[in-house]
């Protein structure tokens, strides 16, 4: 058996200093997210950079018959908030999570302390503070450059956000369960994402709808988030079918992504 | 001693392929002990039992103890854990994955001297996407260190790295067995395996085929001797083919090399003299764990 040659043996090592894990594993998990880019540039950005557009479009200020009365900006007000919980759901989560399974990352997590359930709870901690700002944003910014409405009603706005946000990421989660890869994950997300931001009147305002097409948003989980939205803000009653719509999603999605997510 | 690893009649299958069939040994404190054998043996199943990554179909398993499988709490704090082919995310950086894996651990090492002996201080701020296949290797292995585990499973150690840095991870290994830790190694380097294990099982088709030390496996196979030299007058084969001790004979870039059971080295070194012939750059290759493995796992 070959001998000497070999350098010194190592000294004991210094102790470490502990740290909170949780802690450290979310400021980790959003240096990455912010290093990723994709995620701060599509679910914040774009919503932001439409608002600008349409708030910019003297023709968004004019009230209208066909909405009610609203002008179009308002219209969009709740869709633009639906647009960042479904960029951030359907787009930036699923891939993120399908690229960390792949990469046998939740794998290896499983061997350390903390465990697989912490990284994917950081994913999600992130990505509904991600939605929070977005939405502060269109808010913040659509009222005091374009003076567009604030919610009249913002407990039952936040009640409705809530839901559709868990919906979403619960769907989200539900991609990443199902899809083998990032690759397709994106896919998956971008196949979902155009009906349900067609429903939530991204391209066609759901008041000017067709009635067929109105009542199937209302069945769509971006749908009944933006008609609820609409409502709040408008200081209307809420249809509470909406609501168990929303809520209907968020529990379906999650309990399906529970049953099939899988750390490998 | 100790057992800190104990592994009884451990049975693992996927579907209709067996992956472990019978498996059971014993580690003891302070051991290194590796566990060889070829691809699709079971190497891989039998360690991610240990580690509490999968349940065993069958049998029992205890480290420090604790079961892999109900306190997997308990064990991940004191087990570190070095997985074939895990990558980390391809923005995050040396130093931020070693600080971030260190914040697991109740008592963990200091992940800056750690870095340091690993040489990955150069490399601190790097991003994992940049990193070569050795680099990520020892940050893989920092890794697994960091949490300053009681027992380790290092599976495949020093794939992908050149033979300078194999030796510093060697004794790398040797330096934390000396401080304590019990290390379990998957690895297909015969020579990692003479180096550095104490005790080796190899495993085949999903059993253990030997256990032993490096040492006593080789001498237990029955691989001939080589004997390779440069003959420094002209030398007729007869000479020492005609030896009982030889077995073959055969010329190669002007070398003679003769394999041979026994005392075949004095038989053929006195025939030599006897001749007057001097033998130059004379070696001897004795049976190597190699040897026992390719014994071992090719009866079957």
Same mark, same amino acid.
């Given at each position: 058996?070959?001998?000497?040659?070999?350098?010194?043996?190592?000294?004991?090592?210094?102790?470490?200093?502990?740290?909170?894990?949780?802690?450290?594993?979310?400021?980790?998990?959003?240096?990455?997210?912010?290093?990723?880019?994709?995620?701060?540039?599509?679910?914040?950005?774009?919503?932001?950079?439409?608002?600008?557009?349409?708030?910019?479009?003297?023709?968004?200020?004019?009230?209208?018959?066909? !909405?009610?009365? +609203?002008?179009?900006?308002?219209?969009?007000?709740?869709? #633009?908030? %639906?647009? /960042? $919980?479904?960029? *951030? @759901? =359907?787009?930036?989560?699923?891939?993120?999570?399908?690229?960390?399974?792949?990469?046998?990352?939740?794998?290896?997590?499983?061997?350390?302390?903390?465990?697989?359930?912490?990284?994917?709870?950081?994913?999600?901690?992130?990505?509904?503070?991600?939605?929070?700002?977005?939405?502060?944003?269109?808010?913040?910014?659509?009222?005091?450059?374009?003076?567009?409405? !604030?919610?009249? +009603?913002?407990?039952?706005?936040?009640?409705?956000?809530? #839901?559709? %946000?868990? /919906? $979403?990421?619960? *769907? @989200? =989660?539900?991609?990443?369960?199902?899809?083998?890869?990032?690759?397709?994950?994106?896919?998956?997300?971008?196949?979902?994402?155009?009906?349900?931001?067609?429903?939530?009147?991204?391209?066609?305002?759901?008041?000017?709808?067709?009635?067929?097409?109105?009542?199937?948003?209302?069945?769509?989980?971006?749908?009944?988030?933006?008609?609820?939205?609409?409502?709040?803000?408008?200081?209307?009653?809420?249809?509470?079918?909406?609501?168990?719509? #929303?809520?209907?999603?968020? $529990?379906?999605?999650?309990?399906?992504?529970?049953?099939?997510?899988?750390?490998? | 001693?100790?057992?800190?690893?104990?592994?009884?009649?451990?049975?693992?299958?996927?579907?209709?392929?067996?992956?472990?069939?019978?498996?059971?040994?014993?580690?003891?404190?302070?051991?290194?002990?590796?566990?060889?054998?070829?691809?699709?043996?079971?190497?891989?199943?039998?360690?991610?039992?240990?580690?509490?990554?999968?349940?065993?179909?069958?049998?029992?398993?205890?480290?420090?103890?604790?079961?892999?499988?109900?306190?997997?709490?308990?064990?991940?704090?004191?087990?570190?854990?070095?997985?074939?082919?895990?990558?980390?995310?391809?923005?995050?950086?040396?130093?931020?994955?070693?600080?971030?894996?260190?914040?697991?651990?109740?008592?963990?090492?200091?992940?800056?001297?750690?870095?340091?002996?690993?040489?990955?201080?150069?490399?601190?701020?790097?991003?994992?996407?940049?990193?070569?296949?050795?680099?990520?290797?020892?940050?893989?292995?920092?890794?697994?260190?960091?949490?300053?585990?009681?027992?380790?499973?290092?599976?495949?150690?020093?794939?992908?790295?050149?033979?300078?840095?194999?030796?510093?991870?060697?004794?790398?290994?040797?330096?934390?067995?000396?401080?304590?830790?019990?290390?379990?190694?998957?690895?297909?380097?015969?020579?990692?395996?003479?180096?550095?294990?104490?005790?080796?099982?190899?495993?085949?088709?999903?059993?253990?085929?030997?256990?032993?030390?490096?040492?006593?496996?080789?001498?237990?196979?029955?691989?001939?001797?080589?004997?390779?030299?440069?003959?420094?007058?002209?030398?007729?084969?007869?000479?020492?083919?005609?030896?009982?001790?030889?077995?073959?004979?055969?010329?190669?870039?002007?070398?003679?090399?003769?394999?041979?059971?026994?005392?075949?080295?004095?038989?053929?070194?006195?025939?030599?003299?006897?001749?007057?012939?001097?033998?130059?750059?004379?070696?001897?290759?004795?049976?190597?764990?190699?040897?026992?493995?390719?014994?071992?796992?090719?009866?079957?």
């Amino acid at each position: 058996m070959p001998t000497a040659s070999a350098p010194a043996r190592p000294q004991a090592l210094p102790a470490g200093t502990p740290e909170p894990a949780t802690l450290r594993l979310a400021a980790t998990e959003l240096t990455l997210f912010i290093r990723e880019q994709i995620g701060p540039i599509w679910g914040l950005g774009l919503p932001v950079v439409l608002l600008v557009i349409f708030g910019s479009i003297p023709s968004f200020h004019h009230a209208r018959e066909s !909405l009610g009365g +609203q002008n179009l900006l308002d219209t969009y007000m709740p869709v #633009l908030v %639906a647009l /960042a $919980l479904a960029l *951030l @759901g =359907l787009s930036a989560l699923p891939s993120i999570l399908a690229s960390y399974r792949e990469r046998g990352i939740l794998r290896r997590m499983s061997t350390t302390p903390i465990g697989p359930q912490r990284v994917l709870g950081a994913q999600l901690a992130i990505h509904l503070g991600m939605a929070i700002i977005a939405t502060a944003l269109v808010l913040g910014v659509g009222r005091t450059a374009y003076g567009a409405a !604030l919610p009249r +009603q913002p407990a039952m706005y936040a009640l409705v956000w809530l #839901l559709a %946000a868990v /919906a $979403l990421l619960a *769907l @989200g =989660l539900l991609i990443a369960a199902i899809a083998p890869g990032p690759r397709v994950a994106q896919g998956i997300g971008s196949a979902i994402f155009f009906p349900l931001m067609f429903f939530a009147g991204l391209w066609v305002p759901i008041p000017t709808m067709p009635d067929v097409l109105r009542s199937v948003s209302g069945w769509t989980p971006l749908g009944a988030a933006v008609q609820s939205l609409s409502a709040a803000t408008a200081g209307h009653g809420l249809d509470p079918v909406r609501l168990l719509v #929303l809520a209907g999603y968020g $529990l379906a999605f999650g309990t399906a992504a529970a049953r099939l997510f899988r750390w490998e | 001693m100790t057992a800190v690893v104990e592994v009884r009649e451990l049975r693992k299958s996927y579907g209709d392929t067996v992956a472990v069939r019978d498996v059971s040994l014993t580690v003891q404190r302070g051991e290194i002990f590796g566990i060889i054998g070829p691809n699709g043996a079971g190497k891989t199943t039998t360690v991610e039992c240990i580690e509490g990554l999968r349940t065993p179909d069958r049998g029992q398993i205890r480290v420090l103890g604790l079961d892999p499988g109900r306190d997997h709490g308990e064990l991940r704090q004191r087990m570190g854990v070095q997985l074939q082919d895990s990558q980390l995310p391809e923005r995050l950086r040396v130093g931020e994955a070693l600080r971030l894996f260190s914040s697991f651990y109740r008592a963990p090492v200091d992940w800056r001297a750690l870095m340091e002996l690993l040489g990955l201080t150069p490399k601190e701020r790097t991003k994992f996407g940049k990193l070569s296949g050795g680099q990520r290797q020892r940050l893989s292995i920092a890794l697994a260190l960091v949490g300053n585990p009681e027992v380790v499973v290092l599976d495949e150690l020093t794939t992908g790295l050149d033979p300078q840095a194999r030796r510093d991870t060697w004794t790398l290994i040797e330096g934390v067995r000396d401080r304590g830790a019990t290390i379990v190694l998957v690895t297909h380097f015969m020579e990692e395996a003479e180096w550095l294990c104490d005790r080796v099982a190899v495993i085949d088709s999903g059993r253990i085929v030997a256990l032993d030390s490096p040492a006593a496996l080789a001498a237990a196979s029955d691989a001939p001797l080589r004997i390779t030299f440069r003959p420094a007058a002209p030398l007729d084969d007869a000479l020492l083919t005609a030896l009982p001790e030889v077995t073959s004979l055969e010329r190669r870039r002007g070398e003679v090399v003769v394999t041979g059971t026994g005392n075949v080295v004095t038989a053929v070194t006195s025939a030599l003299a006897s001749r007057g012939i001097v033998a130059g750059q004379l070696r001897v290759e004795q049976a190597s764990l190699e040897d026992a493995f390719i014994t071992l796992t090719a009866q079957r």
